[in-house]
């Protein structure tokens, strides 16, 4: 079985849970797809937080977790002793809730930001986390009582799930490929023999040429939405064109010897809404690499990036994205023979050390009971150990940019702030 959920199974639903509990008595990634299976042996994760006008204690934390996990049955797999489909227990909410007591919110939420690597640490717990500070004389001046922070592994949520969390939905994972639409028996076998290839050469180069572990810094900024539109308005572009122009012209506008002079190179992330057979049966999420244009006028910049983001978002990604899912595929069989090949060094490596991984997440418009305590602006962000991430979370009022990313960058991160000063002063002038 690729993917579970009571969507997943034309069964009766107390058949699929049975199904699903059967799947993973001997493992418990047995309803991982090889997507998640590559998350989550690479120990990514990813982290959703904002500020709270209603003071969380442990109970009501630990029934704000209760309703996140009824809207989002995934969270119930994937760790052993799980039962998928079934609400946890109270001692596993008791394990994964956590409540402190500060004086002030001063350096939140990028003081509490992780890697979250104790999520893996504990496998008979659930893939995420939910803390709590609250503010010990009550609300501050701007009605600030807690902030929240839910950590999970990526390979049990995306972005698309927190948005829809963010408005109370349920966010459980039918099938997600469509099975329909067939893809030729040619290219699932140049999927394949792409995959094999692929995965020999991302090894060989992973322990011929891992880099030394360097420490992951975490910086938020949150930037008032009307801003950005008006700015968007006036230069003629996709407001997520400036969104990715802003980033990566600010972090890579110095080009030496390690930079092609001519272009930035960056991951740039998608939702697609045409699916075929051979997509992932979990994820939504696709990638593509984009070359930018690079121009040290920024306005000619972001134009360039512009032209390329609506070059990208014509271009039909089936093939690429096959022999995406192809490699995790091979790499998820090779695991099974060689363990001992997937260890840190492995994950270390990505071979597009200076790529900025750009996510634009849909937006987080809260509603209903599960977010009703919730204030702007909304950080959400991931975090893989080979990566350098941006990732925007636009919100009715502010978009948030999330940076997990190597110092040399995150040194750099103010300069996006006073791009945007400057490009409204060149523009109003």
């Known amino acids: 079985m690729k993917s579970f959920s009571s969507s997943s199974f034309a069964s009766d639903h107390t058949l699929a849970l049975e199904a699903a509990h059967a799947a993973v008595q001997k493992d418990p990634l047995a309803l991982f797809t090889d997507f998640q299976w590559f998350l989550f042996t690479g120990k990514d994760t990813i982290f959703f937080t904002a500020f709270s006008r209603e003071a969380f204690d442990s109970e009501k934390l630990k029934t704000l977790a209760a309703r996140v996990v009824a809207l989002a049955p995934q969270l119930t797999h994937g760790f052993e002793g799980a039962l998928p489909g079934h609400p946890l227990s109270e001692s596993q909410l008791d394990a994964i809730t956590s409540v402190e007591m500060v004086d002030e919110f001063t350096g939140y939420p990028d003081k509490w930001l992780s890697t979250s690597a104790d999520i893996f640490a504990a496998p008979g717990l659930p893939l995420f986390r939910f803390m709590a500070a609250t503010r010990k004389g009550g609300p501050d001046g701007e009605g600030r009582a807690s902030i929240i922070q839910v950590r999970a592994a990526h390979a049990v949520l995306e972005g698309s799930d927190s948005a829809l969390l963010a408005r109370s939905q349920t966010a459980g994972h039918g099938i997600q490929s469509d099975k329909k639409n067939k893809v030729s028996f040619g290219a699932r076998a140049g999927a394949f023999l792409s995959g094999l290839l692929g995965a020999s050469i991302h090894m060989f180069f992973a322990w011929v040429l891992s880099p030394t572990e360097k420490p992951t810094l975490f910086r ?56 075929t057979a051979a997509d992932d049966d979990f994820f939504r999420v696709r990638t593509l690499m984009a070359k930018f244009p690079f121009n040290t006028d920024f306005v000619h910049y972001v134009r360039g990036v512009d032209r390329i983001v609506d070059e990208l978002e014509k271009k039909d990604v089936t093939k690429f994205n096959m022999g995406v899912l192809a490699l995790f595929s091979m790499h998820r069989r090779i695991s099974k023979l060689f363990p001992f090949l997937y260890g840190p060094r492995f994950w270390r490596f990505s071979g597009t050390d200076d790529a900025t991984v750009l996510t634009l997440v849909p937006p987080h418009r809260t509603f209903g009971p599960v977010t009703e305590w919730m204030m702007e602006p909304i950080y959400c962000g991931a975090y893989h150990p080979a990566a350098n991430i941006c990732t925007f979370c636009p919100g009715r009022e502010y978009m948030t940019l999330n940076f997990t990313m190597e110092e040399r960058h995150i040194t750099k991160v103010d300069r996006i702030i006073k791009l945007i000063d400057d490009v409204e002063r060149q523009v109003a002038g």
Do not use: P, W
């Not at 572009?237 to 190179?265: C, M, P």
């Open 220 to 275: 938020t900024v949150a930037v008032e939405r009307s801003r950005i539109r008006h700015l968007a308005n006036l230069l003629k572009v996709r407001q997520r064109s400036l969104y990715f122009a802003l980033v990566t012209h600010g972090l890579h506008s110095d080009r030496d010897k390690k930079h092609n002079e001519k272009v930035i190179t960056a991951a740039y992330t998608m939702l697609d809404t045409k699916r």
